[in-house]
């Protein structure tokens, strides 16, 4: 079962949406009693890096998801979610993130092209994993996004796409993954990843 955790800045709808459409096992909560009965996590976003981690840090939902991590349960943040996952972003000031991966998110330069970055790009795969099964090098995705994250930790970096800089599009480490894409709007490769992941995290309980 995987738990959507609602800390009141997700794309909640699209993304239970496409879990319905895969017949994927969910529930959304922001209580940590009632999370902590999933066996994996989705941390969508959208808005502010700093206003969401203030949400995290308010509700200790932070703190939550740093134990659920320690105890092996997969994570998969989305969009502003996988920035979330990473040191620090410069989003209307220096914020700290949760530090689970280790990277800053910095602004997209305006180099004659429009920021945000919004719309399809293709995916250009830097290493194998699990979680790309089935989705194709130079598959397209859904972009909506204004920052991007830099200075990743090697071999964390799985896909990329090219926006004036590169982007990091699938992030992973251990079993916390990230895109920066929405995957539940981004089509066949899209619904992959999200299926990849619950089948992830099936493989983990039944171990």
């Keep these: 079962m995987i738990g959507i955790i609602d800390y009141g800045m997700g794309n909640i709808f699209s993304v239970r949406k496409a879990m319905e ?6 529930f959304v909560s922001s209580d940590q009693a009632e999370l902590e009965g999933a066996d994996s996590y989705l941390l969508p976003g959208v808005g502010s890096f700093k206003d969401a981690m203030d949400h ?4 200790r939902l932070d703190e939550f998801i740093h134990q659920m991590v320690k105890k092996g349960k997969p994570l998969l943040g989305i969009c502003l979610g996988m920035q979330l996952l990473f040191e620090s972003s410069e989003e209307n000031g220096f914020s700290n993130g949760l530090s689970l991966l280790r990277g800053t998110c910095r602004r997209i330069p305006e180099s004659g092209l429009k920021v945000p970055h919004m719309g399809w790009n293709s995916l250009q795969f830097q290493k194998e ?4 099964a089935g989705v194709e090098n130079k598959d397209f995705a859904y972009f909506v996004h204004s920052y991007y994250v830099e200075n990743l930790e090697e071999g964390t970096l799985l896909a990329k796409a090219s926006y004036g800089v590169d982007v990091p599009a699938v992030v992973g480490k251990n079993l916390v993954y990230g895109t920066q894409f929405h995957p539940e709007k981004s089509s066949h490769a899209g619904l992959q990843i999200l299926k990849n992941f619950a089948a992830l995290a099936e493989k983990r309980v039944n171990a």
């Design 129 to 132: 994993s699990p979680i790309l």
């Design 21 to 26: 459409r895969m017949d994927v096992p969910y």
């Design 56 to 59: 995290l840090r308010m509700t």
